[in-house]
């Protein structure tokens, strides 16, 4: 077996990008490896394989042997693992993924979910909560579901950014109107900022004017606040997870904005019924590959934070 034998016992979590691919390895008694690449531009899928490999023979080469693999995918997967679509690189559609990793690590336990299962994955075990909804806040909105310290529902994704929190809301990329992410994603917020300015506003611009307290950045955040808010009180009242996490780099960059979430979905709560607590995420845009590293420890049979 090139590298020695797989059994000997690292992980090895791999973040997979749109542009790129961040890994990170651990083992005890190695240090860990981190490394990040960009895939080739306009390149095809063969090209990417190709560039895959010889990073997984780097990898190997000059650290060692892994004996399982978690893999965080930004695109949509079947039960089986095969990629049914992915805008960012539309080549790999239709490509098995699961065949593919084990082509690539022959001999290690191997396994692919949803990123932003594993982010949530990630935050609920940085806490040490079971129950847990984590809402990623960036271009789009996703995120996932933990409960009793797992994945659900498991290898098919939460698609939390296309839950219904207004039918006659604006118009998704999906076609529908009213989706999460069509009102409180950070461009829905900057698009509605610059209605409301009369000029084209950037998150910069946005920053400002929500420091300065003027009316237009405000409003705009304040809307958004009030979807996600909807999306905490209905999550609440299906799931009552402990906690509902809020990360993504739009939501990370406006200090203020998780705080005013918790607030607007506090005033929402029923007798009997409190709603959950909302706190912002730890692991910032390390939190799909810490995820991925608890997948496979979790093949491995691993210290989850279950055992
Ligand atoms: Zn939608």
Same mark, same amino acid.
């Given at each position: ?5 797989? #059994?000997?016992?690292? +992980?090895?979590? *791999? ?5 790129? *691919? ?6 005890? =008694? ?31 080469? =000059? ?43 022959? =001999?290690?336990?191997?396994? *692919? ?13 940085? *806490? ?21 310290? #797992? ?47 009369? +000029? ?35 999550? =609440? ?5 402990? +906690? ?25 709560? #029923? ?5 959950? +607590? ?30």
């Amino acid at each position: 077996m090139p590298g020695g034998d797989p #059994r000997d016992g690292g +992980v090895l979590g *791999v973040d997979v990008g749109g542009t790129k *691919v961040a890994l990170r390895a651990e083992a005890p =008694g190695r240090p860990t490896y981190d490394r990040t690449f960009h895939w080739p531009r306009e390149a095809d899928l063969a090209t990417d394989l190709a560039t895959l490999a010889a990073e997984v023979t780097r990898l190997r080469d =000059g650290w060692g042997p892994v004996a399982a693999v978690g893999v965080a995918m930004p695109a949509t997967t079947d039960p089986a693992g095969t990629v049914t679509t992915w805008p960012n690189r539309p080549g790999w559609t239709g490509l098995d993924l699961t065949g593919e990793l084990r082509r690539l690590f022959p =001999g290690a336990a191997t396994a *692919v979910a949803d990123d932003g299962d594993l982010a949530a994955l990630a935050e609920a075990r940085h *806490v040490g909560c079971d129950d847990v909804v984590y809402l990623g806040v960036g271009t789009g909105i996703g995120g996932g579901v933990v409960w009793e310290g #797992r994945s659900v529902p498991g290898r098919s994704s939460a698609e939390i950014g296309h839950m219904v929190v207004a039918l006659d809301g604006e118009r998704c990329d999906c076609g529908r109107r009213g989706c999460l992410q069509a009102i409180a994603s950070g461009p829905a917020t900057l698009r509605r900022a610059g209605i409301a300015r009369g +000029v084209a506003v950037s998150f910069d611009d946005l920053r400002a004017g929500l420091r300065d307290g003027l009316p237009w950045a405000v409003e705009a955040v304040h809307a958004t606040c009030t979807a996600l808010a909807a999306a905490v009180v209905s999550l =609440g009242e299906l799931l009552a997870p402990t +906690v509902v996490i809020v990360g993504g780099g739009f939501a990370g960059g406006l200090p203020g904005l998780v705080p005013l979430v918790g607030h607007t979905a506090r005033m929402s709560a #029923r007798p009997g019924r409190p709603v959950p +607590v909302v706190t912002a995420a730890a692991l910032g845009g390390l939190s799909s590959l810490h995820g991925a590293l608890w997948l496979a420890h979790d093949l491995t049979g691993g210290p989850g934070l279950r055992r």
